[in-house]
């Protein structure tokens, strides 16, 4: 799915990329508020969803090469955060829906999860 119909579909705001919207495809997402699971379970080239606003978030999705973050429950993220995005081209978008309302609309569209490996628990 490109980021662009993921944008219609979680009703998002723009704050950085509109101009990358259609070439960016989007085949799984990974939702947390938590910086330690981002790093442990995200994979390359899922988009982020997240509360965080702080510029870590984008600079740990840049280090894990996700193509963009989508700031949910309507947080904005800090001014330095979306300033940073824009350096290194990477779209932020601003949903006013709770995280799992997000995810579960991205889910029932076909996005993937990316998932957490089988620990017998």
Known sequence: MKLRDVVQNIRAEVLYGEELLDSIDIECAYGA???????????????LL??????????????LDLPAVVFVRGKKPQEAAVKLA??????????????????????????????IPDRGV
């Not at 702080?54 to 280090?63: G, H, P, S």
């Not at 932020?92 to 579960?104: D, H």
Request: glycine share 6%; aromatic share 6%.
């Open 50 to 63: 997240t509360g965080l606003t702080n510029i870590q978030i984008v600079r740990t999705a840049q280090m």
């Open 86 to 115: 824009s350096q290194i081209k990477m779209p932020v978008l601003l949903c006013q829906m709770s995280m799992f309302e997000t995810c579960g609309l991205l889910f029932a569209k076909g996005i993937l999860p990316c998932h």
């Open 33 to 47: 508020d938590l910086m330690s699971d981002v790093l442990a379970f995200a994979r390359p080239g899922s988009l």
